[in-house]
């Protein structure tokens, strides 16, 4: 192989370091690369010693040729010998040329692969001057390769071929001055060989200069090489830095990972305990699971069966319903004939019941009749009939309509509560209840059962006679239904017909509730012959007053009790009768549960509770409300807290007057009020006050009954728990809506009144008509008054007209019903008058009769000219305001008061003149009770008051009719 292609050989990289398409990794450290340039170097320096060896060879050539005359061939050989020089330079350049790898130091095995010649040359001969500065190139080279700086190598290689050249240069200038030819020679000689010495000087500088340019390039073309070397070095250093950046970041990023690598792990662990807990969960499952799985089995089985047997119960069902819509087909037809029998019966029980009690009322007349007769043993004295009192005559004589006073009572309400130890079978609290409805007059508006407390409560309505007549019929169903040795409950009792309390409601006074009282306890225990006791306002000893006190032991304790002096019954035997025990009957007046809706807790309801209500927080705290108990509690379906307030007399402290001061007790507390609610039924009249109150306060004007209630209602807030409906909480529209038709005048159509009035009797009629007319022309007044109110035309009237409407609209209330009790009091007076007198006795009981009548009868004319007479001065002051629309109704509103105190006047001087004063001079000691009338005289009354009303009329009409629009 040739040197040229040796050193081809030897400069092609190995596969190792060729470069890959992948981005090569820097070296680890800097000794790869001092052991890199340590190579080159010793590559460079073998390179420049055997071009120095070939530079003396050539030159020894050229001094044998030169000496000798050598032939063609030899300069031939020479020539080729040149040529193989140059050949070698070429092989120097491309070493020098070839990339330095600074990433990797080639294996010991990998040197560069120099000629044969080249090392046997490079081995053998000694090293000459240019060697030896070369090897000084070597040392410096070594000292580069140790600082390891690349640029600092390839100025010192081009500084030491210049130096070489330099010496090289100054032998030769040396040779051609030296006089000593054995000098020049042995200098000669150490340079060119002995054949060169025919060349002359100036060939062998050319020679030597070109052979230094060839040197002198491949030198540049390796610091070329260098600089790009150093480039990329730079560039490695640079991914260096990022590597360790890198490495940096990875070592973090492993640290981090490393870290949860541990939690994993132990997250792992905790998970496998887990594991295996559930795995023995999952086990003891299974194991509950196939034991549900073999019992659903064993159901299914069960149910199957079960299955089959309701198929079988179904169709049985299913027959037995369709024989039960037979039967109750056949049980509805005879119940609806039932019914029919049971309304004739009711109606013929009634009628019975009717005719009883006009039995037992005339037996009890008869009987106080033959007493009296038997103490005075005088038969025939008239004046021992005087001693029945007014209203034992009006029950003992019969009229065709009922008398004055009987009148009068059907006018009065009173309720009755009474509580029956029973609150769990329904045919006993259904029998009792049809015994009250089953009375006339009497309106069952309730009825309240306790289970827990196996207790009853009925509440109903009616005039006194009717009460107490529903009240024994409820004792009797209850004396054969109900067993006191059978009972228990939570409430306290003394009694299977426990409690008997009556209450004043319309036109009824605490006094009408005692008489009551004490008439029902005597006849219940006459009747029944039962203990009866009085408590509340009916009872006169205080330590019986208070129900509390006679219940005190209950029923069990009643055996021993009854016994002692001091605990012996009002009424009735003092014995223990076990099925029934005692009864209490009492008066007390009507009790409003009343509860306040409270915008906060309990404990603050019953704060204001405690604050309100009369006992206070004890003797030294006493509260701020008379007759009135009170606590808070919490009401969870309304999610929210109620003063719960019970008012024992309205008069004193009515709803209004509570709710007030709630309210007043709430804003101190910053606490809320929204709206009230009354429980149970209520009279009509705490509600009329409570909005005469409110009118009174905010200064409105309401006449209307209807807007007042609705007014109370609002302002109250009574609908906020529930709907408060007027015609199913307030009693009397209850007892109007339940009587239904009613047959008085005032309750007549126009058309029937004018019927009956037409008709061939005295009554209804001239005192029904001048009643009638009075009505009639207050309420074209008011009508007159109300259309010039409330207009803002007449704005600035408004306060003076409502002074004027107010008496107008009151009195054509009061009027209207004067049409009821004028045409009773002149009935009563016609049926006197048909009375026997077969006698001078009965004369004269029916003359004081017929007196006492009369003397009502003109009562009520001359009230009627009184509320007349009240009128003129609000009419005088309406004369000159009223709306001139309305100015013909006027005059004719004011004609009809004048006719009717006309007609009431010209009434009373008529029958006054049969109007007697009698008055007894010789009195038995049993004569307290004789009718004594007192002398009036109606005659001059009615006269001035007729008087007054002329004037009046005629003041009036001028007014009226000197107006104009």
């Known amino acids: 192989m040739s040197a040229k292609s040796s050193h ?26 001092e052991e890199e340039y340590k190579r080159l170097n010793a590559q460079l320096e073998a390179k420049t010693q055997a071009l120095v060896e070939e530079a003396e060879q050539v030159l020894r050539n050229q001094d044998r040729l030169l000496s000798a005359g050598a032939n063609n061939d030899r300069t031939y050989s020479l020539l080729d010998q040149v040529d193989t020089d140059d050949q070698l330079y ?37 090293q000459s001057k240019i060697g030896n500065d070369v090897a000084l190139v070597n040392d410096d080279n070594d000292r580069y390769d140790q600082s390891i700086d690349p640029t600092a190598i ?3 290689a081009r500084n030491t071929f210049d130096k070489a050249i330099a010496d090289i240069e100054t032998k030769m200038n040396r040779t051609k001055m030296s006089t000593n030819a054995n000098a020049v020679d042995a200098d000669e000689d150490d340079i060119f060989p002995a054949a060169a010495k025919d060349m002359g000087s100036e060939a062998k500088i050319r020679f030597l200069k070109a052979r230094l340019r060839v040197m002198q390039e491949e030198l540049d073309r390796m610091h070329t090489e260098c600089a790009k070397r150093d480039e990329e070095n730079e560039r490695i250093n640079l991914k260096v830095k990022e590597s360790d950046d890198d490495r940096t970041r990875l070592n973090r990023v492993i640290t981090t990972l490393q870290d949860q690598l541990e939690k994993y792990k132990k997250l792992s662990n905790d998970t496998k305990s887990k594991l295996d807990t559930t795995e023995v ?6 194991k509950e699971y196939e034991q549900s799985k073999r019992q659903t089995k064993k159901q299914q089985q069960d149910q199957t069966q079960t299955d089959t047997k309701l198929n079988r119960a179904l169709e049985e069902a299913e027959r037995y319903k369709q024989q039960l819509s037979k039967t109750q087909q056949t049980s509805k037809d005879l119940s609806e004939q039932d019914k029919k029998k049971i309304e004739q019966l009711t109606s013929e029980n009634r009628r019975l019941e009717k005719q009883r009690l006009e039995l037992m009322n005339a037996f009890k007349r008869q009987l106080k009749l033959i007493d009296i007769l038997k103490k005075q043993k005088l038969h025939l004295e008239a004046s021992k009939m005087l001693q029945f009192a007014e209203e034992e005559f009006c029950k003992a004589i019969e009229w065709n309509t009922t008398s004055s006073l009987a009148m009068n009572d059907l006018h009065k309400v009173i309720e009755c509560v009474p509580n029956f130890s029973e609150g769990q079978r329904k045919e006993v609290i259904d029998t009792i209840a049809h015994a009250i409805a089953g009375v006339e007059g009497v309106a069952l508006l309730d009825i309240d059962p306790g289970l827990s407390t196996n207790r009853t409560i009925y509440t109903f309505v009616g005039h006194p006679q009717a009460v107490i007549e529903a009240a024994l019929a409820a004792g009797r169903a209850a004396y054969n239904l109900i067993d006191m040795t059978r009972h228990s409950g939570e409430h306290p009792r003394i009694g299977a017909m426990d409690v008997v309390p009556f209450v004043p409601v319309q036109n009824a ?19 029944l012959s039962v203990p009866v006791y009085l408590y509340g306002e009916a009872q006169e000893r205080e330590y019986r007053r208070d129900l509390s006190q006679i219940r005190e032991g209950e029923y069990e304790a009643l055996y021993s009790k009854i016994r002692k002096q001091e605990w012996k019954p009002d009424f009735g035997p003092a014995e223990f009768i076990p099925s029934w025990g005692a009864t209490c009957v009492g008066a007390r007046k009507f009790l409003i549960a009343y509860n306040i809706n409270l915008l906060g807790t309990k404990e603050q309801a019953h704060r204001i509770a405690l604050n309100v209500r009369e006992q206070g927080r004890g003797k030294d705290e006493p509260g701020k409300l008379k007759c009135v108990r009170g606590l808070g509690w919490w009401l969870e379906e309304s999610n929210l807290a109620q003063i719960s307030l019970n008012l024992t007399d309205f008069e004193i402290t009515n709803i209004h007057t509570a709710y007030n001061q709630c309210v007043t007790e709430a804003e101190a507390l910053n606490v809320g009020i929204c709206g009230s609610q009354i429980v149970g039924l209520v009279p009509l009249k705490p509600l009329l006050m409570a909005a005469e109150s409110i009118i009174q306060k905010e200064n409105l004007f309401i006449l209307d009954e209807d807007q007042k209630i609705r007014l109370v209602i609002q302002r109250l807030g009574l609908n906020s728990i529930a709907p408060f409906i007027p015609k199913e909480r307030i009693i009397e529209y209850i007892i109007r809506e339940r009587e239904g038709h009613d047959d008085s005048i005032s309750s007549m159509e126009i058309k029937d009144l004018i019927k009956h009035i037409s008709s061939r009797s005295l009554v209804p009629g001239g005192s029904c008509v001048t009643s009638l007319v009075a009505t009639l022309g207050t309420a074209l ?14 704005e600035s009237l408004e306060q003076e007209m409502r002074v004027i409407i107010a008496p107008l609209h ?14 009773e009091t002149l009935n009563a007076f016609l049926t006197v008058q048909k009375m026997a007198e077969t006698n001078e006795e009965e004369k004269r009981f029916k003359k004081i009769t017929e007196n006492r ?20 001065e609000p009419l005088q002051r309406l004369a000159p305001l009223f709306n001139f629309s309305t100015k013909t109704d006027f005059l004719v509103s004011v004609k009809c008061l004048e006719t009717a105190a006309y007609g009431a006047c010209k009434r009373i001087e008529i029958f006054s003149t049969s109007l007697i004063v009698t008055t007894d001079t010789n009195p038995s000691e049993e004569s307290d009770s004789e009718a004594k009338v007192p002398p009036k005289n109606y005659r001059e009354e009615a006269n001035t008051y007729l008087q007054t009303a002329q004037k009046s009329v005629q003041s009036i009409l001028s007014i009226a009719e000197g107006r104009s629009e």
């Open 90 to 126: 070429r092989d120097m350049q491309s070493v020098t040329s070839r990339p330095i790898d600074h990433r990797k130091s080639l294996p010991s095995g990998q040197q560069p692969n120099l000629s044969a010649r080249t090392r046997k040359s490079s081995a053998t001969r000694p």
């Open 154 to 156: 390839q100025d010192r």
């Open 8 to 33: 081809r050989a030897t400069t092609q990289p190995s596969a190792s370091s060729r470069p890959s398409t992948r981005t090569p990794k820097p070296p680890t450290d800097y000794t790869d690369q």
């Open 853 to 872: 009548c009369l003397q009502r009868y003109l009562d009520v004319s001359l009230d009627i000219m009184r509320q007349i007479n009240d009128l003129w």
């Open 810 to 823: 009151a009195t054509t209330k009061t009027l209207m019903n004067t049409l009821d009790s004028d045409t």
């Open 781 to 794: 007044s008011t009508m007159c008054a109300l259309l010039t109110y409330g207009m803002k035309k007449w």
């Open 509 to 527: 006074t605490m006094a009408d509730c005692i008489e009551i009282a004490r008439e029902f306890a005597d006849r219940l225990a006459m009747e």
């Open 281 to 286: 969960e999952l086990t003891s499952l299974r």
